[in-house]
């Protein structure tokens, strides 16, 4: 593997992570403290991350307590091409006709979002670290 790269955004070489299908797992911590994990589909908008969730999720419950997140990237076919990252959650606003939600699931599934029931909010995640590696 080659050395990490250390940077405060997402090298221009590891973009596609954050716009294709590869899976996101990103952490909240827990009201009582504690580290909790999800995988989630991501989009990234050149700027920050984006994942769209139910409203009333534990992430949302938690980062509206604490804003921290951890978000890890792998490239599914070169496991040591990746993203590392620690950053915090800047705001959160509705997926307004669940754009955010559908254009990841055409991303992800080739289709729309089948659940069309519930209200979705997107969190938009600012990056202050990234630790990343072409492979």
């Not at 959650?89 to 307004?96: A, M, N």
């Not at 209200?119 to 590696?133: G, K, P």
Request: proline share 5%; aromatic share 6%.
């Amino acid at each position: 593997p080659m050395p990490a790269i250390r940077t405060t955004t997402v090298p221009d070489e590891l973009l596609d992570l954050g716009t294709t299908d590869a899976l996101g797992h990103v952490s909240s911590i827990g009201l009582d403290g504690s580290i909790c994990s999800h995988i989630v589909w991501i989009d990234w908008d050149g700027e920050h991350l984006l994942i769209s969730s139910p409203v009333g999720s534990v992430k949302g419950r938690n980062w509206r307590a604490n804003p921290q997140a951890g978000i890890t990237v792998v490239d599914r076919t070169k496991q040591f091409r990746y993203i590392q990252a620690a950053g915090r959650v800047t705001e959160i606003r509705p997926d307004e006709g669940l754009a955010v939600i559908d254009r990841l699931s055409r991303r992800y599934r080739g289709e729309d979002y089948p659940i069309r029931t519930g209200t979705r909010e997107v969190f938009v995640i600012t990056l202050d670290r990234v630790r990343a590696s072409l492979g």
